[in-house]
Nanobody, 123 residues
Framework: QLQLVESGGDLVQPGGSLRLSCVGVGSAFDYYAIGWFRQAPGKEREGISCITRSGGSTVYAESVKGRFTISRDNAKKTVYLQMNSLQPDDTAVYFC???WGCGSVPATQYTFWGQGTQVTVSS
């Protein structure tokens, strides 16, 4: 069993940056690929990014490519999502999830996932 805890969400102005963290609690964190997805009110869930177990491969949604960067530190059981050039459309609850691998596009469903962290982009 793997538990995931997200943090780092906040209120930020358009053009600003945030770094989200996803910490794994329990064993075998480095057995899993970790991804991020987001859910905004009235919108469909959107897969954002995914990183493989070793961190050697990543995938991004077109909507965030060039602005967001995913990385991981398995020694700290943590995956990060660096978000730059944030826009109001990025406002959502951000979740991290764990699964056996990353697909060719970021997934919206995972075997394990956390409770989410709120990101609000507004002036």
């Amino acid at each position: 069993q793997l538990q995931l805890v997200e943090s780092g969400g906040d209120l930020v102005q358009p053009g600003g940056s945030l770094r989200l963290s996803c910490v794994g609690v329990g064993s075998a964190f480095d057995y899993y690929a970790i991804g991020w997805f987001r859910q905004a009110p009235g919108k469909e869930r959107e897969g954002i990014s995914c990183i493989t177990r070793s961190g050697g491969s990543t995938v991004y949604a077109e909507s965030v490519k060039g602005r967001f960067t995913i990385s991981r530190d398995n020694a700290k059981k943590t995956v990060y999502l660096q978000m730059n050039s944030l826009q109001p459309d990025d406002t959502a609850v951000y979740f991290c999830g764990a699964d056996w691998g990353c697909g060719s596009v970021p997934a919206t469903q995972y075997t394990f996932w956390g409770q989410g962290t709120q990101v609000t982009v507004s002036s």
